[in-house]
């Protein structure tokens, strides 16, 4: 929220990291000039996507990761600590660059929403622009889930920022108001992105599993239940599925556009800074016989434990791995479908479905009731999801296990229910109040 300066006076495709002092306008490419055919709206859309790439690991990964009992912040960055220590000041930078990144991706969201409906181009045809449309709406609203998510109370800008001054200082939005945007946003991705299925892009199928992803943190039951079952398919079984090939959408990248996840989550006799490594907590989660373990974490190869979701180890320089992040897959649509089932009270369908899970894990099935099935569900989501992105910290927050489960590591609910807004944001913008329990 602090700089939202930053951020919106970013245009079209650039994921500039300078300061509003440093940024010259009249030196930005026109926006009126960047999308003029079908090519250039492509061209427009995969900027997007690229956006999506920077500072991946803690935008999408660490930062949530270290303030849970999932990972241990094992680098040097103070600001990283911070977040390790459950103990995060306004004006961490690394926070400050990650609110950044995503109101960056947003705001060429933004632009593509926008400028695309106005190219006069006979040979770009309605559906083609209501698909760039609507990816450039399901990309907008994944970067508003993570930023409702972690601090609750965001600015909700809608619009491109082309200009600077008082039009840059925009006033916070409710958590409800975000999340009718982000609903609104996947449902017309929905209606709009031709792709049915797609690994790497939007397609129909993933906005309905964000969409019932949404339902879930909302506690409309029925509507996850039913979103889930209709991503799954009938007769869906997931224990035909190998692990981690159910994927429904992941942010892709290649060995020249590379991420640098192997590098941060190896150790250094990979060649890696080993900046997240697994805690004591997730390696004792999973249980002896639980063929996730050896996907997950690695213990015994060297003097230290790390984790095994971003592989690409003997990718050489850091930023040439082709590891995929995780974004959404099946066994998270199964996972909800069993929770959802189980707050509805209908106890055989959600042991249905979450033994699908154990089972292809090679465990024995558990039966879930009235009085165990918010902790055994937890606990499956830890294992299943592990290193794959903010799971953990939101469903400890969500289910009110936070305090319980991460107090002896220093949680203070409810202060640490929600991130302190970036103290640069709230300096450059007049509009914004910080957060009431913060380190100020």
Request: charged share 20%.
């Amino acid at each position: 929220m602090k700089n939202i300066l930053i951020l919106f006076t970013i245009v079209l495709l650039s994921v500039s990291c300078a300061k509003l002092d440093d940024v010259k306008p009249q030196n930005s490419i026109p926006v009126s000039e960047a999308i003029t055919d079908l090519a250039s709206a492509q061209a427009a859309i995969n900027g997007v996507y690229d956006a999506m790439q920077s500072n991946d690991f803690d935008r999408w990964l660490s930062l949530a990761q270290y303030f849970s009992d999932e990972a241990n912040a094992t680098g040097t960055f103070p600001t990283r600590l911070e977040f390790g220590n459950l103990n995060v000041f306004p004006g961490n930078g690394t926070m400050e660059g990650v609110f950044s990144s995503y109101y960056t991706a947003i705001n060429n969201a933004n632009n593509v929403i926008e400028l695309v409906p106005q190219v006069e181009d006979s040979n770009f045809d309605e559906a083609s622009r209501n698909n760039i449309i609507g990816q450039a709406k399901f990309l907008r609203a994944q970067c508003y889930l993570n930023l409702v998510a972690f601090w609750k109370d965001v600015p909700l800008v809608l619009t491109p920022t082309k200009e600077v001054g008082e039009i840059l200082f925009v006033n916070t939005s409710t958590v409800e108001e975000i999340y009718n945007q982000i609903i609104a946003d996947f449902s017309d991705a929905k209606a709009s992105i031709l792709a049915e299925t797609a690994q790497f892009v939007a397609s129909q199928q993933a906005a309905d599993a964000f969409l019932a992803r949404v339902a879930l943190y909302q506690e409309r039951w029925a509507d996850a239940l039913n979103l889930a079952e209709s991503v799954l398919g009938a007769d869906f079984d997931l224990t035909t599925v190998p692990f981690l090939d159910d994927q429904i959408y992941s942010l892709n990248y290649t060995s020249t556009d590379g991420n640098t996840l192997n590098f941060f989550y190896g150790p250094a006799d990979l060649g890696g800074r080993y900046s997240i490594g697994p805690s004591d907590a997730i390696i004792n989660a999973f249980e002896e016989g639980d063929s996730r373990f050896e996907a997950s974490i690695d213990t015994s190869s060297y003097d230290v434990s790390y984790g095994l979701k971003y592989p690409s180890f003997d990718a050489g320089i850091a930023g040439t791995a082709d590891d995929p992040i995780f974004f959404i897959r099946h066994a998270e649509m199964v996972l909800i479908a069993a929770e959802a089932a189980a707050e509805m009270g209908n106890f055989e369908k959600a042991n249905q479905y979450y033994n699908q899970v154990r089972s292809r894990a090679g465990l024995e099935d558990k039966e879930l009731n009235a009085g165990n099935f918010v902790d055994l569900i937890l606990q499956e989501r830890f294992v299943e999801f592990a290193f794959e992105g903010p799971f953990r910290l939101i469903d400890l927050r969500r289910k009110g296990k936070a305090a319980e489960v991460l107090g002896p590591l220093g949680y203070d609910s409810p202060c640490d229910d929600v991130w302190p807004l970036p103290q640069r944001d709230i300096d450059r913008n007049p509009n914004l109040n910080q957060n009431d329990c913060c380190n100020c």
